[in-house]
T-cell receptor, first 112, second 115 residues
């Protein structure tokens, strides 16, 4: 597609439920990144994929967070047993190299 | 480890004033990239500039200019003759050889331009 697409744009969930956030990168972009922006805060790196592999998962906040990427394209970030502190905007970015870094519009997650 | 510091959390100016947003970075790499992004109230991240570590030439784009100084590890951003539409949160970011070009962001500076 023309840009990085994220869905849903907004998600309200009850504490303890699982949620899945989706990212559709720009076609052909081999690298995909997930970031989190908590209210009034900067952006925190979560995980990145090169192809379908995630060489570094150390940015994931807890073992309730997981992510996968299939076919070198779509990625899903899953949060299990959501907590109120998980409320944030989750941003996805994709790139072919450092010159093509493009962010999506984000998913605003609210845990009530 | 890499780190980006934006010491100014919030700046308020009156329209037409010039304003400089500071950014100081830390990295052990000799090859790295520096970025500025704008995040307006709508929330999307708007790319403003990318600069590599080998190019210390200052850049001007309309009312925007950037001053990159390796000696002080700074990459400051100046808006000349600010406008209300410049009101946003501005993020400075660094990418080095870690984690496949992941960006390390500063905490952001909220700029408010009053009419």
């Amino acid at each position: 597609g023309a840009g990085v697409s994220q869905s849903p744009s907004n998600k309200v969930t009850e504490k303890g439920k699982d949620v899945e956030l989706r990212c559709d990168p720009i076609s052909g972009h081999t690298a995909l990144y997930w970031y989190r922006q908590s209210l009034g805060q900067g952006l925190e790196f979560l995980i990145y994929f090169q192809g379908n592999s995630a060489p570094d998962k150390s940015g994931l906040p807890s073992d309730r967070f997981s992510a996968e990427r299939t076919g070198g394209s779509v990625s899903t970030l899953t949060i299990q047993r959501t907590q109120q502190e998980d409320s944030a905007v989750y941003l996805c970015a994709s790139s072919l190299d450092i010159y093509g870094y493009t962010f999506g519009s984000g998913t605003r997650l609210t845990v009530v | 480890a890499q780190k980006v510091t934006q010491a100014q959390t919030e700046i308020s100016v009156v329209e037409k004033e010039d304003v400089t947003l500071d950014c100081v970075y830390e990295t052990r790499d000799t090859t790295y990239y520096l970025f500025w992004y704008k995040q307006p109230p709508s929330g999307e991240l708007v790319f403003l500039i990318r600069r590599n570590s080998f190019d210390e030439q200052n850049e001007i784009s309309g009312r925007y200019s950037w001053n990159f100084q390796k000696s002080t590890s700074s990459f400051n951003f100046t808006i000349t003759a600010s406008q209300v539409v410049d009101s946003a949160v501005y993020f400075c970011a660094l990418s080095d050889s870690n984690a496949g070009n992941m960006l390390t962001f500063g905490g952001g500076t909220r700029l408010m331009v009053k009419p």
